[in-house]
């Protein structure tokens, strides 16, 4: 960050959070349908309707944890989808010396009060959360990743699945498959 946050006056960043609201509103989900087409291997109506089963099925799927964070993006909570990931690059860390300075990285940028992406648990959970992060170890962050996991496959998740992006993305792979069908026949 330039100089940091709070050097700026309030309006500026008022300003800034009202730019960043018009430009999110112009994701377009026929461009995640493009990128979807540019990657290897290709995601199938199969995979796709496999989301349905299960959130811990959506987030073990490339294509699927690329569409839902794309989803969260356009619904302005993709702060969610990225501590559950930075907790899961956190507890993979190998090297004890790392895991202070991710640790706190982790802790400064969605936990802390003045979060640039804070994410909501609650005071209970973010206390022990911060007692944890004095002595890192690879679990310090398990109490908190599962309250936003919990939080994103009740809310969240059900909501995709709603989604017109979701339902767009099964219609456009299952015109595929059957244009596919059609020409084999």
Same mark, same amino acid.
């Not at 026929?30 to 811990?56: D, G, H, Q, V």
């Not at 004095?134 to 996991?149: G, V």
């Given at each position: 960050?330039?100089?940091?946050?709070?050097?700026?006056?309030?309006?500026?960043?008022?300003?800034?959070?009202?730019?960043?609201?018009?430009?999110?509103?112009?994701?377009?989900?026929?461009?995640?349908?493009?990128?979807?087409?540019?990657?290897?291997?290709?995601?199938?109506?199969?995979?796709?309707?496999?989301?349905?089963?299960?959130?811990?099925?959506?987030?073990?799927?490339?294509?699927?944890?690329?569409?839902?964070?794309?989803?969260?993006?356009?619904?302005?909570? $993709?702060? +969610? &989808?990225?501590?559950?990931?930075?907790?899961?690059?956190?507890? !993979?860390? *190998? =090297?004890?010396?790392?895991? %202070?300075?991710?640790?706190?990285?982790?802790?400064?940028?969605?936990?802390?009060?003045?979060?640039?992406? $804070?994410? +909501? &648990?609650?005071?209970?959970?973010?206390?022990?959360?911060?007692? !944890?992060? *004095? =002595?890192?170890?690879?679990? %310090?962050?398990?109490?908190?990743?599962?309250?936003?996991?919990?939080?994103?496959?009740?809310?969240?998740?059900?909501?995709?699945?709603?989604?017109?992006?979701?339902?767009?993305?099964?219609?456009?792979?299952?015109?595929?498959?059957?244009?596919?069908?059609?020409?084999?026949?």
């Amino acid at each position: 960050m330039c100089r940091g946050l709070a050097s700026l006056p309030n309006t500026c960043l008022e300003r800034a959070k009202g730019l960043k609201a018009r430009m999110s509103s112009f994701l377009d989900w026929r461009l995640l349908c493009y990128a979807y087409k540019l990657r290897k291997p290709r995601l199938t109506l199969e995979e796709c309707l496999r989301w349905k089963e299960s959130f811990e099925k959506l987030l073990s799927s490339k294509h699927g944890l690329y569409a839902f964070r794309a989803f969260l993006v356009s619904e302005f909570s $993709e702060e +969610n &989808i990225a501590f559950y990931l930075a907790c899961e690059d956190y507890r !993979n860390t *190998k =090297s004890a010396a790392k895991l %202070c300075s991710k640790a706190q990285r982790i802790y400064n940028e969605f936990i802390g009060s003045e979060a640039p992406r $804070e994410v +909501n &648990i609650d005071h209970e959970t973010r206390d022990i959360t911060q007692a !944890n992060v *004095k =002595s890192p170890t690879p679990t %310090c962050f398990d109490l908190a990743q599962y309250r936003i996991y919990i939080l994103m496959e009740k809310d969240c998740y059900p909501r995709f699945l709603r989604s017109s992006a979701y339902r767009d993305l099964v219609s456009q792979l299952t015109k595929k498959n059957t244009k596919a069908a059609t020409k084999k026949a």
